[in-house]
């Protein structure tokens, strides 16, 4: 077989990358088996009705005498973002042929943070993680439905790769810094609030994920691995064996074109967010968010998962893990742990926890209202909250809109009485002169609402949370004219569950038996989070997404063990 030629002349980081979509690869594709889904338990029986759903019927094959052009190589990506890319760099420097396609124009990503363990930025600034309590915690997180192999995986070797990252953005004039705050709960006794300072920034909110990315592309064409735009996969080429050989995928121009992959094809194709028949197959808990911050409704839609699932594979079992936070809006303080109630005016949890138990407070609200109360006295109660509440108000709820809009500067955001007046003048918060007039400008019910401020009002004179057990310094008293009501909002960033994977992130079928050359890394890849995203470990998700790709596309190339 030939030798691939490099293909497409460098780009600009930055000027490549017009969408901050999460990575995808995949358009409608076919593969060569049945119905794999007829007794995977998360599949819904079809007998109420005769509408199949996208996973249980695969196209026809693609015929070879509409392939027109076709490519030898040893690796096949398909994804751009940020795990693809990582497969791509690790495979094509080890020498083998390898070919990475995406559907979309260039590279994609976006986010803020990744996380790691011992990187030699946390060990000059004197950090040091408890490996082992971080993974229980996060095994822990998941109630023991992850897989403990993969999430280890990532902390024995995320600080070897990301040592290597953090040298390519030096060397190219960038910085790495450590996230500022994750480290607020470190030591808290209840590991489902328990933050480890796991966080690097290799930029800004845009810029930064971009230009790492745009690195890693650039590594691997220098050792000859092939980039290919514009290229939308369709098919998944199997061999008589069984074993995933390759794959189909058409062009801009409609031809179709056959990369066969000798060693393994990754799939790399991101989420399925912005599929609304998946999330209400696998995630339904996410149809009660406001929105999502996907920018691109044509990359997110679970193609991966679709071809996986024709070629015979499965998903995940029990419940997917949906990453929503309380972002880009609500109203001021409204992610502190200030007095919440929902839209009957009652008290109904512990205020003080993490920004995805926030969204599910949102989430599983009667009609999806929450408010968070508070009075006059806000700017000096915040300074004695707990370091969580802190953590969250400045990282969350309307700061990461004014500053995504230019109003504020994340370097220097202003007072909480700066925030608040941006919200008054949005209407997202509210203020009144009474508690009655604060219900009715709410919509609540009046005589609930002052019931419930006044039961709080007591359990702060207590200086005991008897009704739902929130510390002593989170009970801050509402009791200074004005008063003030802010929204809480919860949005979509990504569902990070997908296919059922091993340790070696094979892409499993039935009876749990690996698909031999199939394999599916970042967030299509699933059995690393469960039940909800944790916060024990901030920036994970793309976290794992560099590690676990650097690692993968190393080992199909090389055709070594994880």
């Known amino acids: 077989m030939e030798k691939i030629s490099r293909p497409i002349e460098r780009r600009s980081f930055l000027k490549g990358a017009a969408s901050l979509g999460a990575a995808v690869g995949l358009g409608s594709l076919v593969a060569c088996g049945g119905n794999p889904q007829a007794s995977e338990p998360n599949a819904k029986s079809s007998s109420a009705s005769d509408k199949k759903r996208s996973w249980e019927t695969a196209p026809d094959a693609i ?23 990582a497969s791509f760099m690790y495979a094509a420097e080890t020498g083998a042929r390898t070919v990475l396609i995406e559907k979309t124009s260039s590279y994609n990503g976006r986010g ?5 363990v011992d990187t030699r930025v946390q060990r000059e600034a004197g950090i040091a993680i408890d490996k082992g309590k971080l993974v229980d915690d996060l095994v822990k997180s998941s109630g023991y439905k992850a897989n403990g192999s993969l999430i280890k995986l990532w902390a024995d070797h995320s600080g070897e790769i990301f040592d290597r990252l953090i040298d390519m953005t030096e060397s ?10 994750s480290s607020a709960s470190a030591d808290a006794e209840d590991f489902t609030t328990r933050t480890y300072p796991t966080d690097h920034m290799f930029g800004g909110l845009v810029e930064g994920p971009l230009a790492l990315i745009g690195r890693m592309e650039a590594a691997g064409k220098e050792s000859d691995g092939q980039v290919l735009y514009d290229t939308k996969a369709e098919q998944l080429v199997k061999d008589d064996s069984g074993k995933v050989v390759g794959v189909v995928a058409s062009k801009k ?25 998946m999330v209400e197959e696998w995630c339904p808990l996410v149809k009660n968010a406001e929105g999502s911050v996907y920018p691109n409704p044509d990359v997110n839609v679970g193609d991966g998962i679709n071809m996986a699932l024709w070629a015979g594979g499965t998903v995940q079992s029990g419940s997917h893990a949906a990453m929503v936070h309380p972002i880009f809006g609500g109203g001021a303080m409204s992610t502190a742990s200030f007095l919440k109630v929902n839209s009957n005016g009652k008290r109904f949890c512990n205020e003080n926890t993490t920004l ?16 968070s109360i508070f009075d006059a006295d806000f700017e000096e109660q915040m300074a004695k909250m707990s370091a969580l509440s802190n953590y969250n108000n400045n990282t969350a709820g309307p700061l990461t809109k004014y500053f995504s809009e230019g109003k ?4 220097n955001p202003g007072s909480p009485t700066d925030v608040v007046n941006l919200c008054l003048d949005e209407g997202t918060t509210v203020k009144a002169d009474t508690i009655e007039e604060l219900a009715a400008a709410i919509g609540v019910p009046g005589e609930s609402l002052a019931e419930t401020i006044e039961r709080y009002n007591e359990l702060v004179e207590l200086g005991t949370d008897e009704d739902f057990g929130k510390d002593a310094a989170d009970l801050q008293p509402i009791k200074t004219a004005p008063f003030f009501a802010s929204s809480l909002t919860a949005k979509v960033l990504v569902i990070a569950s997908g296919l059922n994977v091993n340790d070696q992130m094979q892409v499993l079928g039935e009876d749990d038996a690996p698909i031999d050359g199939l394999y599916a890394v970042g967030n299509v890849m699933g059995n690393f989070f469960a039940n909800d995203y944790p916060i024990c470990a901030p920036g994970l998700s793309h976290g794992r997404c560099l590690t676990l790709g650097a690692l993968l596309g190393n080992a199909v190339a090389t055709e070594a063990k994880l």
């Open 63 to 85: 015929a070879e005498s509409e392939i027109s052009e076709t490519i030898e190589a040893d690796v096949v990506v398909v994804g751009a973002g940020m795990a693809g890319m």
């Open 253 to 277: 121009d409609g031809s179709y074109l056959k990369v066969n992959a000798s060693k393994g094809v990754i799939l790399a194709t991101g989420d399925y967010g912005n599929n609304p028949e």
């Open 172 to 181: 190219d004039g960038g910085q790495v810094t450590l996230g500022s705050g």
């Open 356 to 371: 995805p138990g926030i969204s599910n407070m949102y989430m599983t609200s009667p009609d999806r209202v929450v408010w």
């Open 112 to 116: 803020l943070d990744f996380a790691a």
């Open 408 to 411: 504020m500067d994340p370097a």
